[in-house]
């Protein structure tokens, strides 16, 4: 990652990349961080987040999830899934445990629900700066079983060197299952996961999105596994 412009002896002048499509908001926050020392590209939507994003890297993206067009989860698998590792910190009212677990498993480094204090939002940009600059390489960011890796930085799922084609649901449940391999997850808590906060979903169709994963599944040495009465489990064939 480009290393951000320094300011002084310590204090780094962040490229932020903010996604907001309220404009007040918008305005408020950009006009906020910029007092702060950030400099800050503001957009609307998702499509114009990709596109700002790829040409011009920052040094951190600020991702609203509910956008027009592409929503923000969208717009950070698809990110992930093209290479582009920038610290994201998604800011959003929708502050269900669901919602977090789900932005930070498509590959959100940190979550901030709204209404926030701009203090702490600065504090957490800063702190994402200082780990994505530091160059020591972390262990086990990526899980491998069966023809599947998993990479833990992008989010993104691989078989073999192709990245999978999984819906927003198939990959929650896949993240989900890939937490602790070869352990049962219940039902209940892949619905909370895969389906967060949709009250008028039915309960049995977390099964629909477990039957098309499975099919989806077939050649790469992984069977989902349905276990009474304790839920499901990834099982690499022997």
Do not use: C
């Amino acid at each position: 990652m480009r290393q951000p412009s320094v300011v002084g002896a310590m204090v780094p002048r962040m490229q932020l990349l903010l996604v907001e499509d309220d404009p007040t908001m918008q305005l408020t926050l950009q006009r906020a961080l910029a007092r702060r020392g950030m400099e800050v590209t503001a957009v609307g939507d998702g499509s114009a987040a990709l596109r700002q994003w790829a040409a011009r890297l920052p040094d951190a993206v600020v991702l609203d999830l509910t956008l027009p067009g592409l929503d923000g989860l969208q717009v950070l698998q698809q990110a992930r899934t093209r290479g582009l590792r920038t610290p994201v910190l998604i800011l959003t009212a929708r502050g269900t445990v669901g919602d977090r677990v789900l932005g930070l498993n498509a590959g959100a480094d940190d979550y901030l629900p709204k209404p926030f204090d701009l203090d702490e939002l600065e504090a957490r940009l800063r702190a994402l700066l200082r780990r994505s600059a530091d160059p020591t390489p972390a262990a086990g960011h990526s899980v491998q079983i069966g023809a599947i890796r998993y990479d833990k930085d992008s989010g993104a799922l691989y078989r073999n060197s192709e990245v999978m084609e999984l819906t927003p649901r198939e990959l929650a449940l896949m993240h989900a299952l890939l937490v602790q391999p070869g352990h049962a997850v219940t039902k209940e808590r892949l619905y909370e996961l895969v389906f967060p906060g949709q009250l008028d979903v039915q309960y049995e169709a977390i099964e629909v999105v477990v039957y098309r994963l499975r099919k989806k599944l077939a050649g790469t040495g992984l069977t989902l596994m349905t276990l009474r009465g304790l839920g499901y489990l990834l099982r690499a064939d022997t």
